[in-house]
């Protein structure tokens, strides 16, 4: 059975509450603190559709929302404001589900946001961190200085990936990613984009692909539970 609960928090005082939808099965295996990317909230429907399936495969999952997207704005507020509100969310997510073991992470923005606070020790209950498509760079940009704190990082990482991804080139990211201790989990789905689309011709579907990448995220989960 499936429980979901509407919650609010304090992001950061000087920008007050932002919402918050907790979605958990009866006694979850561990709870993923999920921020959304940079252009839609914790409501579009691939948040909603990966927190289904996790949850179905015994996953709960805490998604929230950033200060501009609660305010109805479309720029995003500044790196330090996006980290403070992520610990926010990670210490409401576990006071909420107490002695459920955590992972972060979250789709593009909201994951490389939550690796920048890993980096500065700021999420110390956090046993490991998930992105569904890494940005790494802008499109058409041949930069990795995005993923520099990456290094800074000693948790578990999984990366989901597709290789018709413009904000990642997997020529760069690849190499990049193999040089990191823990080495990080990569699955790359053939392809996929970064919003986890894939071409009629391919004979795929969008769900499919949603399916092959949760499977993927709740192998991951059991490393590292050491499970």
């Keep these: 059975?499936?429980?979901?609960?509407?919650?609010?928090?304090?992001?950061?005082?000087?920008?007050?509450?932002?919402?918050?939808i907790l979605l958990r099965p009866d006694a979850p295996k561990i709870l993923y603190v999920f921020a959304h990317g940079a252009g839609a909230g914790m409501r579009h429907s691939f948040m909603e559709a990966v927190s289904y399936r996790l949850a179905s495969r015994g996953i709960a999952t805490?998604?929230?929302?950033f200060p501009y997207m609660e305010a109805g704005r479309k720029a995003p507020?500044?790196?330090?404001?996006?980290?403070?509100?992520?610990?926010s969310a990670v210490?409401?997510?576990s006071r909420l589900v107490p002695d459920v073991p955590l992972v972060a992470g979250g789709k593009s923005m909201g994951g490389r946001m939550t690796s920048n606070a890993a980096s500065r020790g700021v999420l110390p209950d956090v046993l490991g961190l998930a992105f569904f498509g890494f940005p790494l760079h802008a499109p058409g940009?041949?930069?990795t200085a995005?993923?520099?704190?990456?290094?800074?990082?000693?948790?578990?990482?999984?990366?989901?990936?597709?290789?018709?991804?413009?904000?990642?080139?997997?020529?760069l990211l690849k190499p990049l990613l193999a040089?990191?201790?823990?080495?990080?989990?990569?699955?790359?789905?053939?392809?996929?984009?970064?919003?986890f689309h894939v071409p009629k011709r391919t004979g795929r579907t969008d769900e499919e692909v949603l399916d092959e990448v949760c499977n993927v995220f709740?192998?991951?989960c059991e490393r590292v539970l050491g499970r």
């Design 77 to 87: 507020n500044a790196g330090p404001v996006l980290m403070d509100c992520i610990c």
């Design 146 to 171: 995005r993923a520099d704190h990456l290094a800074q990082i000693s948790l578990p990482m999984l990366f989901l990936q597709g290789t018709r991804d413009r904000l990642a080139d997997l020529n």
């Design 62 to 65: 805490f998604r929230f929302q």
């Design 1 to 20: 059975m499936l429980h979901t609960s509407v919650h609010s928090f304090l992001a950061t005082e000087s920008l007050g509450e932002v919402s918050a």
């Design 141 to 143: 940009s041949n930069s």
């Design 91 to 93: 210490t409401e997510a």
């Design 179 to 195: 040089e990191l201790q823990p080495c990080p989990m990569v699955h790359v789905v053939h392809d996929m984009d970064h919003g």
């Design 218 to 220: 709740c192998q991951w």
